[in-house]
RNA sequence: GGGAGCAUAGCUCAGUUGGUUUAGAGCAUCUGCCUUACAAGCAGAGGGUCCGCGGUUCGAACCCGUGUGCUCCCACCA
């Protein structure tokens, strides 16, 4: 068969990943085996995959297939999340397109068209971790809003507030004035901006003359020095909410003022000035407005003064009738023509630009707004306490974890009840079922609501209708790693008994608090267990300037598009090979086309061996004279010089490698455990590219159309097969393309189990390292004097008898391009003289050489010994080194000096011949 | 304001409890090669005050202190 000169990866990748499902490998059934389980971290439904998806997919699969071939029954969890805030605010915006309004849609009606768009978004992301090649057990894709889950949340709503868990009640919160529903703290994300601070003055009147904004001559009042306050603020919008004013009861300006009023500007609404020791002094002008309905500092000093709250604001962030003016206009709108207003009327003291915090929703991106609300909520601090000991006593681990630990600690112990409802229709309906006097009940359906409500209240065939509201989507995922396997609508399940403790969890450090430790409360509640063992904290992706990928900038990469150019393996090694855990990832497409180019390096390998395939030779020795009289040069007139007739020279270099192989498995081995694993595959990559290609499969090469010994061809399948084994996890595609186009196999590679590796031998590896020194430092002498690749040279070796060459002369003939080699006890005439190892070489190649470049080189290397010698010799020379030093610190110190007075003397020999 | 992390070659990062040569890799750069698997390649090279300062130690990229500069998380100063 003919193999194609470059590696063409999308027609390969879609036939193995067909095959694999139709073999079912993918499938998990509980058995007897250990199992390794990893639950997807639910994408959303709301659009398509991104390169920090694809991150964390890769990680998970390379995990998942390496325990998957190392003897665990590993089961992998697809899956997709409703995503309610998300999805809902997309799926209303392409309604709005469509020119419907949702307002005139029934709930029905809306959820069907959400269901749809579910459908549609989903399968693009499922047939995307499909491309990228992940092996996951299609059989269990979950999405969190199936009949089963979408029961597992009513089920623990009504069990957590039946334990007093799940509570209602009014409380600020942050609001969503786009999506119009409130928002749990975590949703908000404060960013900083240049706001303005406005000084507004407050006329002051006596508690007795209170006048309501009854008089027509208060807005020509104008305000004088001693008749006003001024006071700060960034909301200007919200005076007409003020409820009082309030100093620092130390404040010695504001003293005089006790028992009198202010009266609002504009509205001209009389408030109370108070005092509160909350007040800072030296802020703005020691003086601030109160308004407890949009303020979370001033609803709590609201409720110490038993102040009234005003909210001035509607569900959409327009001014509502409270405000009085500028009623049905937008917050953002309403305080330009205040601020213009105040200024008209002489009330604007001063304004100056000031950097500030906002709240920004994290869905809509709109600010967020303080609110007065009556939601529901989780008590998280109960919860908490065993999700907090489960990770400090180390039951789960986190990767990496000592940037995490501390975060995760301090949210824990500092968490706040976590409001769950949302004033949605996308997601699970809350199970509260009220009255018309608004009494309630929580029941996990109307009957037995009915039930209840009729004991608990003492009535008859009350109409009761259910809460509107949805719940927050992570009030569904946290129960992920139990609901995928049924844990909570089925308890006790095979399934669940079997996988429960899942292995593994791999994702972005940014939901740390949404839902990794959300996950842990849940698991710790409901199974008393932790729902995982190891936490794997993926950096974010970013773009090679350091960016976070946005559509705004456009740095965001399609995946499909990525892996229409590259190829999946091509991706998955880009974006691994640069990924240390927990850091944050520069992405560059530079590193997908390393990836392809490997990619193209194994198919080179591949074609390489194919060559020699059918030109096995069983007799070592005649083909080896062959290949030795080959590389004879006529012109120079010499006989080969040793002829490479034992076995042992010849299998040096299947020797070496099969050590190479062994040390890099154990060393693989050992960074899978601590989560490296793109030091991993940059070890793997090495052992390939360098000592398999460029260094093993150089040694063994037979001439052109030159047969290959029986024995080398057969280490050499095996060989590659085996580094396929070891890569595959990383790359699964080509690994299994290669593997079945080196021979004929009965199993496919996914399945393979590894082996248990070799301890390498070390006297091997080493010898190897020095032959590759030699042969590199004669190549290197060959550029630096101009020596022509293929011109051959014959090279004499002056040994210390420390290193035995004999065994290598064969590769090292070849790789030198040297016709001959000999042994010397002496300087050769008119060669290039190298130090290696303390061993001297000369190479001889039948024209002058130039002793410039020689001198130069050998001056250069005599410098940078000598240097080294002196530091050794002052360490040595220090009375307190070799009093306090270890005995092997200080004879290898000694043994550096020796080392070094030895090449010292060899290279000023060989200057002194020059 | 509180806390965490980071700082090593042009870039991205390794560097395992302080001592195997006056620090390693990949990418990028430079030089020479169309050598019969591969120019998406081969052979070779150059490149670093290990952020500054101080300390501990016989010995520091590594430990301690301090300064500087980045990054992230948390927090209710109008």
Same mark, same amino acid.
């Given at each position: ?441 929580? $029941?996990?359906? /109307?009957? =037995?609501?009915? +039930?209840? %409500?009729?004991?608990? @209240?003492? !009535?008859?065939? *009350?109409?009761? #209708? &259910? ?54 409360? $849940?698991?710790? /509640?409901? =199974?008393?267990? +932790?729902? %995982?063992?190891?936490? @794997?904290? !993926?950096?974010? *992706?970013?773009? #090679? &300037? ?369």
């Amino acid at each position: 068969m003919e193999l194609s000169k470059n590696y063409n990866p999308a027609d390969i990748e879609n036939k193995w990943y067909q095959h694999w499902l139709q073999k079912e490998y993918f499938k998990s059934q509980p058995d007897k085996r250990e199992p390794f389980t990893v639950v997807i971290p639910p994408p959303n439904v709301t659009g398509v995959l991104h390169m920090g998806h694809t991150l964390n997919e890769t990680v998970q699969d390379i995990l998942i297939r390496k325990a998957r071939m190392s003897g665990h029954n590993a089961c992998w969890v697809p899956g997709s999340d409703h995503a309610s805030i998300a999805t809902e605010a997309k799926v209303v915006g392409m309604l709005k397109e469509k020119g419907i309004d949702k307002n005139n849609l029934t709930r029905e009606e809306f959820l069907k068209y959400a269901f749809e768009w579910k459908e549609k978004y989903g399968d693009i992301i499922y047939s995307q971790l499909k491309k990228l090649g992940c092996s996951v057990d299609w059989d269990r894709t979950t999405f969190t809003m199936d009949d089963h889950y979408y029961k597992a949340v009513i089920k623990v709503f009504v069990d957590l507030y039946n334990k007093g868990l799940v509570y209602r009640g009014a409380r600020m919160i942050n609001w969503d004035p786009v999506a119009k529903t409130a928002l749990s703290d975590e949703e908000v994300e404060y960013r900083e901006v240049t706001g303005k601070l406005y000084y507004i003055k407050y006329m002051i009147v006596d508690s007795g003359q209170l006048t309501v904004g009854s008089e027509n001559n208060s807005d020509n009042r104008q305000p004088t020095t001693d008749n006003f306050i001024i006071i700060a603020t960034q909301r200007p919008e919200t005076i007409m909410g003020d409820t009082a004013v309030c100093a620092n009861p130390g404040d010695e300006r504001y003293n005089h003022l006790k028992g009198k009023s202010v009266v609002v500007p504009l509205i001209n609404k009389a408030v109370p000035i108070i005092f509160d020791e909350y007040v800072d002094k030296d802020f703005g002008t020691g003086i601030l407005k109160i308004t407890p309905a949009h303020d979370i500092n001033d609803y709590n000093i609201g409720l110490k003064h038993n102040l009234a709250v005003v909210d001035t604001l509607n569900d959409d962030g327009t001014l509502s009738n409270a405000a009085q003016i500028y009623v049905g206009q937008d917050r953002f709108v309403a305080r330009k023509k205040i601020v213009e207003e105040l200024k008209g009327k002489g009330f604007l003291a001063k304004e100056e630009e000031y950097q500030t915090r906002l709240g920004f929703s994290q869905r809509t991106n709109s600010v967020a707004e303080p609110k007065i609300s009556t939601q529901w909520f989780v008590k998280m601090k109960e919860l908490g306490l065993p999700a907090l000991q489960a990770v400090i006593d180390g039951d789960i681990n986190i990767h990496p974890g000592e940037k995490f630990l501390a975060t995760y600690k301090y949210w824990l112990e500092n968490v706040k009840d976590w409001c769950i409802s949302r004033q949605l229709w996308w997601g699970q309906q809350i199970p509260a079922w009220y009255d018309e006097e608004g009494r309630f009940v929580v $029941a996990e359906n /109307e009957e =037995k609501a009915k +039930k209840i %409500f009729n004991n608990q @209240y003492s !009535t008859n065939n *009350v109409q009761l #209708k &259910q809460d509107e509201d949805v719940l927050d989507t992570w009030f569904s995922s946290w129960l992920w790693p139990m609901e995928v396997f049924k844990g909570i609508s089925k308890p006790d399940n095979d399934d669940i008994n079997y996988y429960y403790p899942t292995s593994v969890l791999v994702t972005g450090q940014d939901i740390i608090f949404f839902w990794v430790a959300r996950m842990i409360m $849940a698991g710790m /509640e409901y =199974k008393k267990e +932790k729902p %995982f063992s190891d936490v @794997y904290f !993926t950096g974010m *992706v970013r773009d #090679k &300037q350091g960016r976070k990928m946005s559509k705004q900038l456009g740095n965001s990469p399609d995946l499909l598009e990525l892996i229409d150019k590259y190829g999946a393996d091509a991706v998955r090694f880009g974006i691994m090979i640069s990924s240390p855990a927990g850091n944050d990832l520069l992405f560059d497409e530079a590193s997908l086309e390393q990836g392809r180019n490997f990619n193209n390096k194994l198919w080179n390998a591949l074609k390489l061996i194919k060559l020699w395939q059918g030109r096995q030779s069983e007799n070592h020795t005649t083909e080896a004279i062959l290949i030795a009289q080959m590389n004879f040069n006529p012109e120079l007139g010499m006989m080969p010089m040793v002829l490479p007739g034992s076995l042992t020279e010849e299998n040096f270099a299947t020797e070496w490698f099969e050590g190479r192989l062994s040390k890099v498995q154990i060393e693989v081995d050992i960074l899978y455990k601590q989560f490296k694993l793109s030091e991993a595959l940059k070890t793997i990559y090495s052992l390939i590219w360098d000592d398999f290609c460029s260094w093993y499969l150089e040694w063994v090469k037979p001439g052109f159309e030159q047969p290959i010994d029986e024995h080398i061809y057969n280490k050499t399948v095996y060989f590659f097969e085996q580094l396929m084994q070891l890569l595959h996890p990383f790359m699964p595609f080509i690994t299994e393309e290669v593997y079945h186009l080196l021979r004929e196999q009965t199993e496919d590679l996914t399945i393979k189990q590894f082996e248990k590796s070799e301890k390498p031998n070390n006297k091997i590896l080493q010898q190897g390292n020095i032959l590759k020194e030699v042969i590199t430092a004669i190549r290197d002498v060959r550029n630096k004097n101009q020596i022509k690749p293929k011109e051959k040279i014959k090279l004499h070796i002056q040994t210390r008898h420390e290193s035995n060459y004999e065994d290598l002369e064969y590769i090292l003939s070849k790789q030198v391009n040297a016709a001959s080699i000999s042994y010397t006890n002496d300087s050769i005439d008119n060669s290039l003289a190298i130090i290696v190892n303390k061993d001297k070489f000369y190479i001889e190649t039948g024209k002058a050489i130039n002793t410039i470049v020689q001198k130069d080189q050998l001056e250069k290397d005599l410098e940078h010994l000598k240097g080294f010698l002196i530091s050794v010799e002052k360490k040595l020379s220090n009375e307190r080194f070799v009093k306090n030093a270890k005995d092997e610190v200080i004879d290898l110190e000694r043994k550096k000096k020796a080392d070094a007075e030895t090449k010292i003397k060899i290279i000023e020999e060989s200057l002194s011949t020059l």
